[in-house]
């Protein structure tokens, strides 16, 4: 891959084998189910909260520096996109009570882990 697959810049890019056609993110030049050559491939961002959970506590530094405001809990789940294939991301939520499996989210490319926020209307099943 000549790109960073997880740079926001390039958006959320994963691959499709050429052969069985599975799709997986982040790209890889290789298929994981087959072992044959992966193209790159643009994924829509689109998709379901598959499951989730909350992270409570604040993760082990380094590489993860307490916020000048202090830790706060978050949520981190798996989205399924619309292509098949589930990215871990973190739910970028108001509130944690809103949360709930099978909600629509768009998922975008972030520094480290994939960011995930609630689908406006128009963003559903695009």
Known sequence: M???PRSPATGLQGARCSGCSV????ADAACPRCGGPAD???LSGAGTLWT????RYAPKSP????????????AVG??????????A???EVDDLDDVRIGMPLT???????????PATPGEEGS
């Open 89 to 91: 991301a973190v739910l």
């Open 107 to 117: 998922v975008t490319a972030g520094h480290g882990v994939p960011r995930a926020r």
């Open 63 to 74: 590489p993860y520096q307490i916020p000048p405001a202090g830790f706060e809990p978050f």
């Open 2 to 4: 000549t790109t960073d």
């Open 23 to 26: 799709t997986v993110y982040p």
């Open 52 to 55: 989730w959970t909350v992270q």
């Open 78 to 87: 798996y989205v399924e996109l619309q292509e098949g294939v589930r990215v």
């Open 40 to 42: 790159p491939a643009a």
